[in-house]
Nanobody
Framework: QVQVVESGGGLVQPGGSLRLSCAAS????????MGWYRQAPGKQRELVAQ???????TYGDSVQGRFTISRDNTKNTMYLQMNGLSPEDTGVYYC????????????????WGQGTQVTVTS
């Protein structure tokens, strides 16, 4: 019913930039919060940033000031601009969408994408 697809990952040198995108599609009535999470090898998945449907944002302490989250509600798409990347930012980046399906206006569901790999190395 719903697909959440990330794109934009890749290999970048320290200090470089990447822009991730996340597109949600399907029988969506509305999307509440969208968020980016990442998981490094051997570590737990952690919040990178999230954004409400009104544009309010929250950032993880380690990315504050370097990453910028945004969304286009008309396209059900979210972005993550990542600047000043360091090897510690390496990991699989996942998109999460908290939404309501068409016909289920009183039920909120969350969907995850499959992830996109970000590798920062010299």
């Amino acid at each position: 019913q719903v697909q959440v697809v990330e794109s934009g990952g890749g290999l970048v040198q320290p200090g470089g930039s990447l822009r991730l995108s996340c597109a949600a599609s399907g029988s969506i009535f509305s999307i509440n919060t969208m968020g980016w999470y990442r998981q490094a090898p051997g570590k737990q998945r952690e919040l990178v940033a999230q954004i409400s449907n009104g544009g309010s944002t929250t950032y993880g302490d380690s990315v504050q000031g370097r990453f910028t989250i945004s969304r286009d509600n008309t396209k059900n798409t979210m972005y993550l601009q990542m600047n000043g990347l360091s090897p510690e930012d390496t990991g699989v980046y996942y998109c999460k969408a908290v939404l309501k399906l068409t016909g289920e206006l009183y039920t909120t569901r969350q969907y995850w994408g499959q992830g996109t790999q970000v590798t920062v190395t010299s």
